[in-house]
């Protein structure tokens, strides 16, 4: 009879424990993949079922704790990390999360950064040294920017496994077989390429945290592809960029006139962001592209070419809204070119969807505040690159 009574009191334990245990939820849930290497963060996430470290600033405004959210609904617990992605944040303790509407909020006392919405626009007063104004879009108001690693250490970090049927597959790039033939060819034989960067800030590397010299040191999108070469052909690739901050596609001659001396095998032209605010017309950009292309194809006429169309630019300040024509003009750039020697990607639609499909904030994903992107959309540069030649 004793016995008994102590096998009916440790099932009773039992079942509390198991009910009220929060380890519960978690087992159901289970825990994403902690690996985070250079597969990792090349590989296109909608052909995955880990989203490794998307980015999300946690927004203060009327009063309400900051929030954010995440773009897909996970299947797993959620896994939250400060910029350096050394720090993890507790739930219950530093923010809860609502699966059904993504969001993460911040609770009082936490150790999680955060902004208030009216700190992204300049006020009356001056400015923190390391912020400058930028005029906002048709006379709105004007945004606040910097080029300093503010925006990125206030950002936090989410890993999560969820269902990739729940993303478009209409606005990334899909596999073209055959492309990029002779780079490939000549990967696969172990020979040293060279590939070469021509661009604008963006390419140049601004603002991935190893650009701004912080944690966690993270590569720009044409670094990570050199690296993605490298470790999946186990050969070298010797690197040139040739991108500078502030440039036009009218730079792109000189910028390839620059990089004859390194005769590259494959190139990045990545011109767009500036443009828009310059009065480039369709006619001078094609031509300003196709020109850049001519010479390096006169001195190497087996060079292949990647052609990239730029994100967005933040809709709310004048450097915003023009960005989606490039796509189709580097369409019509490469349709006089070799087949299958000139790749085409277009960063807009990707943006743009995260933006207004799933509820991404501007400033989730950047790390200035107008346009420049931060270590996670470094990222979904290089997946929206490698997936237009590379069969995941």
Same mark, same amino acid.
């Given at each position: 009879m004793r016995k008994k009574w102590i096998y009916a009191l440790l099932a009773a334990c039992l079942f509390v424990f198991c009910a009220c245990s929060p380890g519960t939820q978690q087992e159901e849930l289970g825990m994403p993949s902690d690996r985070f290497e250079t597969m990792e963060m090349v590989t296109p996430f909608w052909l995955s079922d880990t989203m490794y470290n998307e980015s999300v600033m946690l927004v203060e405004e009327d009063e309400q704790?900051?929030?954010?959210?995440? /773009?897909?609904?996970?299947?797993?617990?959620?896994?939250?990390?400060?910029?350096?992605?050394?720090?993890?944040?507790?739930?219950?303790?530093?923010?809860?999360?609502?699966?059904?509407?993504?969001?993460?909020?911040?609770?009082?006392?936490?150790?999680?950064?955060?902004?208030?919405?009216?700190?992204?626009?300049?006020?009356?007063?001056?400015?923190?040294?390391? #912020?400058?104004? #930028?005029?906002?879009?048709?006379?709105?108001?004007?945004?606040?920017?910097s080029e300093t690693p503010y925006y990125f250490q206030h950002q936090i970090f989410v890993t999560y496994e969820f269902d990739n049927s729940e993303m478009d597959r209409s606005i990334v790039s899909e596999y073209i077989n055959g492309a990029l033939p002779n780079t490939l060819q000549s990967l696969k034989n172990k020979e040293t390429i060279t590939m070469a960067v021509l661009g604008d800030s963006i390419s140049e590397g601004a603002n991935s945290s190893d650009f701004l010299n912080v944690e966690p040191y993270n590569l720009s999108y044409s670094e990570l592809i050199r690296s993605f070469f490298e470790e999946n052909f186990n050969t070298d690739?010797?690197?040139?960029?040739?991108?500078?901050?502030?440039?036009?596609?009218?730079?792109?001659?000189?910028?390839?006139?620059?990089?004859?001396?390194?005769?590259?095998?494959?190139?990045?032209?990545?011109?767009?962001?500036?443009?828009?605010?310059?009065?480039?017309?369709?006619?001078?950009?094609?031509?300003?592209?196709?020109?850049?292309?001519?010479?390096?194809?006169?001195?190497?006429?087996?060079?292949?070419?990647?052609?990239?169309?730029?994100?967005?630019?933040?809709?709310?300040? /004048?450097?915003g809204g023009m960005q989606e024509r490039f796509a189709a003009l580097l369409e019509e750039v490469a349709d006089g070119y070799r087949e299958n020697s000139v790749v085409t990607v277009a960063m807009q639609p990707l943006h743009e969807y995260l933006l207004e499909n799933r509820g991404k904030k501007f400033i989730d994903m950047s790390a200035n505040n107008i346009n420049h992107p931060n270590d996670f959309f470094m990222r979904l540069y290089a997946m929206n690159i490698v997936a237009a030649f590379w069969d995941f």
């Open positions: 704790p900051a929030s954010g959210v995440i /773009a897909f609904t996970p299947t797993s617990q959620i896994v939250v990390r400060d910029s350096t992605l050394t720090k993890t944040y507790k739930e219950g303790v530093d923010y809860t999360f609502d699966p059904q509407t993504r969001t993460i909020t911040r609770l009082e006392g936490s150790e999680i950064p955060y902004i208030t919405r009216s700190s992204l626009y300049a006020g009356q007063g001056a400015l923190p040294e390391g #912020f400058n104004a #930028f005029p906002g879009a048709g006379g709105g108001p004007t945004l606040v920017y690739v010797q690197y040139v960029n040739k991108s500078v901050g502030g440039q036009t596609s009218a730079y792109a001659a000189t910028a390839a006139r620059q990089a004859l001396t390194d005769n590259p095998d494959l190139i990045i032209l990545a011109f767009g962001m500036n443009d828009t605010t310059t009065g480039t017309s369709d006619t001078q950009y094609k031509n300003n592209i196709k020109s850049a292309m001519d010479i390096l194809l006169e001195q190497n006429p087996d060079c292949e070419f990647i052609l990239v169309a730029p994100m967005l630019a933040n809709p709310e300040s /004048a450097a």
